[in-house]
T-cell receptor, first 116, second 110 residues
Framework: NAGVTQTPKFRVLKTGQSMTLLCAQDMNHEYMYWYRQDPGMGLRLIHY???????AKGEVPDGYNVSRLKKQNFLLGLESAAPSQTSVYFC???????????????FGEGSRLTVL | LAKTTQPISMDSYEGQEVNITCSHNNIATNDYITWYQQFPSQGPRFIIQGYKTKVTNEVASLFIPADRKSSTLSLPRVSLSDTAVYYCLVGDQAGTALIFGKGTTLSVSS
């Protein structure tokens, strides 16, 4: 099973360029998340989605946009990349928990982005 | 949003038991507590989840006191391969935004 797949895995951008990271999951999960992780730091939530057609802001949403046009895909866009957005980006998904609120997150392998 | 506090780092030796405590004073009534492990250059992976009292699986135990304002992950007889960052996670009251804390870096030496 593929689980959560992120593309691309590596990308180098110049300041001001735009790009889109794609996250695809084949587990029919409702919830999807984008996190960023800077060197030696924990994960910070950028945006998340609770279902197809919905998105919401996390801790650090500025400079990013997202879309969830299809249930299995969650796209993260950088309209005008900045060096401060150099990071490793992780996508995660989880199903709607049964009877409880917090459930297990399934993570992708990460996308390493460098902005020069 | 529920926030968690963990020690930044811990050191241990092979074969010892390691206990990592997480504080989550504003945990919501229906929130579960979940622990993740992350190796360098990989995404976090699920270790264990619990609601109250004690939960045990093949790799760890999770102890949660009655007030649920903290939790302790217990790793029995650690090995070098347990060197990783460990995160404690609780859901927010809406149950959708999952915020990670800074994690605890565990270093296991021989």
């Amino acid at each position: 099973n593929a689980g959560v797949t992120q593309t691309p895995k590596f990308r180098v951008l110049k300041t001001g360029q735009s790009m889109t990271l794609l996250c695809a999951q084949d587990m029919n999960h409702e919830y999807m998340y984008w996190y960023r992780q800077d060197p030696g730091m924990g994960l910070r939530l950028i945006h998340y989605s609770v279902g197809e057609g919905t998105t919401a802001k996390g801790e650090v949403p500025d400079g990013y946009n997202v879309s969830r046009l299809k249930k299995q895909n969650f796209l993260l866009g950088l309209e005008s990349a900045a060096p401060s957005q150099t990071s490793v980006y992780f996508c995660a998904s989880r199903p709607i928990p049964s009877g409880r609120i917090t459930g297990e997150l399934f993570f992708g392998e990460g996308s390493r982005l460098t902005v020069l | 949003l529920a926030k968690t506090t963990q020690p930044i780092s811990m050191d241990s030796y092979e074969g010892q038991e390691v206990n990592i405590t997480c504080s989550h004073n504003n945990i919501a009534t229906n929130d579960y507590i979940t622990w993740y492990q992350q190796f360098p250059s990989q995404g976090p992976r699920f270790i264990i989840q619990g609601y109250k009292t004690k939960v045990t699986n093949e790799v760890a135990s999770l102890f949660i006191p009655a007030d649920r304002k903290s939790s302790t992950l217990s790793l029995p007889r650690v090995s070098l391969s347990d060197t990783a960052v460990y995160y404690c996670l609780v859901g927010d009251q809406a149950g959708t935004a999952l915020i990670f804390g800074k994690g605890t870096t565990l270093s296991v030496s021989s």
